[in-house]
């Protein structure tokens, strides 16, 4: 699961990492609460020419009416991203990346929820694996979510698929067929987390601090 996440690494860094092609229509970084149905910036490969593109995040199927006609998609299981009609065209041709610095987690503490954020060990930039669809004039966006590993440390269930660099190629469809094997869980390692302030449960925060360590 990915319902909040972080993206501070300047556009152009992002871009050079994914050897892509910055568009002029990013959102303003650093972002320390990205929340769903905002504007994100998503990598995609079109002929192994990699685009740094703005996408909405909350995917929208062909069969829409209006954005709001029915749930919000923000993921997409990896158990069945290949066989629900939503999803299972985009799967197959519209594979794309998430680049994000960090994400938030939730744990259920005596009836609150205590926010943990995730990071990569290495500090490196995170790739989520993500699937798009365009719904009239506008390209939406989903991350695909996979069964926990050891990295949630027990906090939640789901995780989202965190990508290697060496499979990039292979999720953006630049390497051939195969890209299933790639919807998996973090290796233990891959991941740290810490816990931070509740003040990132309003979708409103934003600043540097949200991401500052608390005791706990």
Request: include cysteine.
């Amino acid at each position: 699961m990915c319902g909040r996440f972080t993206i501070t690494h300047p556009d152009e860094a992002i871009a050079r990492l994914f050897d892509a092609v910055i568009g002029n229509d990013l959102p303003q970084v650093p972002r320390f609460n990205v929340c769903p149905t905002t504007q994100v910036a998503v990598v995609t490969s079109d002929g192994g020419l990699r685009r740094l593109r703005a996408m909405r995040w909350g995917f929208i199927p062909a069969w829409y009416k209006a954005p709001n006609d029915g749930p919000l998609i923000i993921n997409a299981r990896s158990d069945t991203v290949a066989t629900k009609p939503a999803f299972r065209e985009a799967v197959r041709t519209r594979r794309c990346i998430v680049p994000a610095s960090g994400f938030y987690e939730w744990q259920a503490v005596e009836g609150r929820k205590l926010p943990w954020y995730f990071t990569r060990t290495d500090g490196a930039p995170m790739a989520f694996a993500g699937i798009w669809q365009r719904w009239q004039e506008i390209d939406t966006v989903a991350i695909v979510s996979t069964e926990a590993g050891p990295g949630m440390h027990g906090l939640h269930h789901r995780e989202a698929v965190v990508l290697e660099r060496a499979d990039w190629p292979l999720w953006l469809g630049e390497a051939g067929h195969g890209a299933a094997v790639l919807m998996r869980a973090s290796e233990a390692g891959v991941l740290q987390c810490h816990r931070v302030d509740p003040r990132v449960n309003s979708n409103r925060a934003e600043g540097p601090e949200l991401i500052e360590r608390v005791p706990g």
